[in-house]
């Protein structure tokens, strides 16, 4: 279900964006037809059991809600370039809290929370949703993970929308900033390109 906070955060987001580059009605028509995009995609979002699964899809939603909105003003190259902005906007929103920073930030937080989300979300089984294979740590590897299943490459393929996959995958490099001192996050593949999984490495650099 979509909530109207969510409408209203990432309406939030796509203004602020807007406001750049375009006229005040410019921004009025293109965030009601975005909202009202909304209507149109509820009937289409997967029912999933994991409340990770639940939460992620949240970015595949509302960016497809704001690239319906692009295209009723722009052409679809001019669309697409505005579309890593906001889903950096949307990820920043992740950890707009201290919480959210703070447990995404420590070493021991980050790893024993991520490791437990893995698992909980692999455990729910959802056909559509995430599915991860945990790699230990070892030597300097902090942590890795396999993405096998990808949630926004289903859902986005089922509303003829998967160019903007890639862009989800994008945003995992754009949010290393929040990661611990001293990790860094690598890949080197993702399903959104037609590989068989998305290889997550996070690296210590000391």
């Given at each position: 279900?979509?909530?109207?906070?969510?409408?209203?955060?990432?309406?939030?987001?796509?203004?602020?964006?807007?406001?750049?580059?375009?006229?005040?009605?410019?921004?009025?028509?293109?965030?009601?037809?975005?909202?009202?995009?909304?209507?149109?995609?509820?009937?289409?979002?997967?029912?999933?059991?994991?409340?990770?699964?639940q939460?992620?899809?949240?970015?595949?939603?509302?960016?497809?809600?704001?690239?319906?909105?692009?295209?009723?003003?722009?052409?679809?190259?001019?669309?697409?370039?505005?579309?890593?902005?906001?889903?950096?906007?949307?990820?920043?929103?992740?950890?707009?809290?201290?919480?959210?920073?703070?447990?995404?930030?420590?070493?021991?937080?980050?790893?024993?929370?991520?490791?437990?989300?893995?698992?909980?979300?692999?455990?729910?089984?959802?056909?559509?949703?995430?599915?991860?294979?945990?790699i230990?740590?070892?030597?300097?590897?902090?942590?890795?993970?396999?993405?096998?299943?990808?949630?926004?490459?289903?859902?986005?393929?089922?509303?003829?929308?998967?160019?903007?996959?890639?862009?989800?995958?994008?945003?995992?490099?754009?949010?290393?900033?929040?990661?611990?001192?001293?990790?860094?996050?690598?890949r080197s593949?993702?399903?959104?390109?037609?590989?068989?999984?998305?290889?997550?490495?996070?690296?210590?650099?000391?």
């Open positions: 279900m979509i909530t109207t906070k969510q409408i209203k955060r990432a309406l939030r987001f796509a203004t602020d964006l807007l406001k750049e580059n375009y006229t005040d009605q410019q921004i009025h028509q293109m965030t009601s037809s975005m909202e009202n995009s909304y209507r149109e995609i509820e009937p289409y979002i997967p029912e999933f059991k994991s409340s990770f699964n939460t992620l899809i949240k970015i595949s939603v509302d960016t497809l809600a704001f690239y319906k909105a692009l295209l009723t003003e722009l052409n679809k190259e001019h669309a697409l370039k505005m579309i890593q902005p906001f889903v950096n906007r949307w990820m920043d929103g992740q950890f707009d809290s201290w919480i959210a920073r703070t447990v995404y930030g420590n070493r021991f937080l980050h790893r024993f929370y991520r490791r437990f989300w893995f698992a909980r979300t692999n455990k729910a089984n959802d056909t559509v949703g995430q599915k991860f294979e945990y230990k740590p070892m030597g300097n590897l902090f942590y890795g993970v396999n993405v096998v299943r990808c949630s926004h490459v289903n859902f986005l393929k089922k509303m003829n929308a998967p160019e903007l996959a890639l862009f989800m995958c994008k945003a995992d490099f754009y949010i290393q900033k929040y990661l611990p001192k001293g990790i860094i996050f690598k593949q993702v399903i959104a390109e037609g590989a068989p999984y998305c290889d997550f490495r996070y690296l210590s650099d000391d």
